[in-house]
């Protein structure tokens, strides 16, 4: 798939600090799921894709992530403190482990999804930036796990504890951190965790929480933040936190989970107890527009797209997969069969990686004709809400109490992962 000179530009000035065969942060290095390594194979059994290591731990949602020789991962302890832990990615030993205290208890109807930690944590090679229940923010050495610099949201912007957590996963982009916290938006200094400013504020709480986590894109001609609250969705200019345009997102008790998705100048949004909606975002004399392009029955709950070739490959509350196109909003299939409450979802060229909750792996080939299943595997025997993380030649899978790292047994072309080669 051809991309844009202006997408590239977006893509490059974000992930200068990352390296080759890292996914340093929620949903991967340019956050939209799409994973550029050596090719997957058509079958997932144990002649493919094999366990390499394997750790239990507290239960946590976090996705993993990786930076380098090292594997990260959130859990909570006891039901009173939040950990994160560093781990050798060739062997699963671990290395460091820093913790706090600050795990807490959701509200009754959300209970059933767990009380322990959610938020991915981000990675820019030198720093850790982790996301506690309590609305903290913890910036770690990635080498030592010392503590840089810490900023409780509750205590410094007077805001009150979010009931459902700190869901929003941190979003770096240079010197700089993005994150929906404090009952607002706001962007931080990297190095010293100092307020540069905070936008779209709320009255926070039960009906501030945030669930959706921020994105950068070049739409209209404008490289932007967008951002999903409870309410709206949102361009924001990240130099000085100005509001570029905004629109109403109608969702049941607020939940909008998923990340936007930007294809173009459209973008894609779905809810729970809403609808799939396009969004065509258009800019003119330095104004900026926001117009629904289409809209569309089905809804989402909590999966984010993938898009391929301008088609986004969504798992919706129904529990049944659907492509549909992005830019004109035309169903192209549903499959017949339904699946879990959830897919973590990755894609490689024409191939996606589909995780959902109850430890099915599938894999994908993608076609707008019909929902092809190339194979399917058992790859947890318990709960896997975490998101899926991809490096070079290996998945790496958060389980509700462990992390598991498998490694696809016959690389393709010739590319192998650096720790295979380098040990």
């Known amino acids: 798939m051809k991309k844009s000179f202006g997408a590239l530009v977006v893509f490059l000035a974000a992930s200068a600090w990352l390296t080759a065969g890292d996914w340093p942060q929620w949903r991967g290095p340019q956050r939209d799921g799409q994973f550029t390594g050596p090719p997957w194979p058509d079958k997932m059994d144990t002649n493919h894709l094999r366990q390499v290591w394997r750790v239990e731990l507290g239960p946590s949602y976090s996705g993993p992530i990786v930076s380098g020789t090292r594997v990260f991962t ?3 302890k006891d039901k009173k403190f939040e950990a994160v832990t560093a781990f050798d990615r060739k062997t699963g ?23 322990w930690i959610r938020a991915t944590p981000t990675c820019d090679g030198e720093s850790l930036f ?4 309590k609305d903290l923010l913890v910036c770690l050495d990635v080498q030592t796990g010392k503590e840089r610099w810490r900023f409780d949201f509750v ?48 009255k926070g709480g039960m009906n501030g929480s945030v669930f959706s986590s921020p994105m950068l894109a070049e739409i209209a001609g404008k490289r932007q933040l967008v951002v999903q609250t409870r309410e709206k969705l949102a361009g924001v200019d990240p130099a000085d ?3 570029l345009w905004e629109q109403p997102i109608e969702a049941f008790r607020g939940m909008n989970i998923l990340t936007p998705v930007a294809y173009k100048d ?5 809810t729970y107890g809403g609808k799939t909606i396009g969004f065509k975002v258009a800019q003119a004399d330095g104004k900026f527009s926001v117009t629904e392009a289409w809209r569309h029955k089905a809804q989402g709950y909590m999966s984010t797209p993938v898009v391929i070739g301008g088609v986004a490959y969504t798992h919706l509350k129904s529990q049944r997969v659907m492509a549909i196109e992005v830019e004109t909003g035309r169903e192209l299939w549903t499959s017949g069969s339904s699946f879990g409450k959830y897919w973590s979802l990755v894609t490689q060229g024409d191939r996606i990686l589909g995780l959902d909750e109850r430890g099915l792996l ?19 025997s318990a709960e896997t809400w975490a998101h899926l993380a991809v490096a070079d030649d290996e998945l790496i899978i958060r389980e509700l109490k462990a992390l598991t790292l498998f490694r696809w047994s016959q690389p393709v072309g ?6 295979q080669t380098n040990p």
């Open 74 to 76: 959130t859990e909570t």
């Open 93 to 115: 030993k671990e290395l460091w482990r820093a913790q706090w205290e600050g795990s807490m208890s959701v509200p009754f109807f959300a209970r059933a999804n767990g009380d």
């Open 130 to 133: 982790v996301a506690g229940m």
């Open 155 to 202: 205590k410094k912007m007077a805001t009150p504890v979010p009931d459902f957590g700190f869901v929003c996963s941190p979003l770096v982009d240079g010197e700089f951190l993005y994150v929906q916290a404090g009952a607002s938006f706001v962007k931080l200094n990297k190095r010293t965790g100092e307020l540069v400013w905070r936008t779209l504020a709320d």
């Open 241 to 243: 936190g100005k509001v």
């Open 266 to 270: 459209t973008l894609f949004s779905s």
């Open 362 to 380: 599938f894999l994908l080939q993608a076609d707008k004709e019909k929902y092809a299943l190339l194979d399917q595997r058992k790859i947890a």
């Open 414 to 419: 010739g590319l192998q992962s650096p720790l």
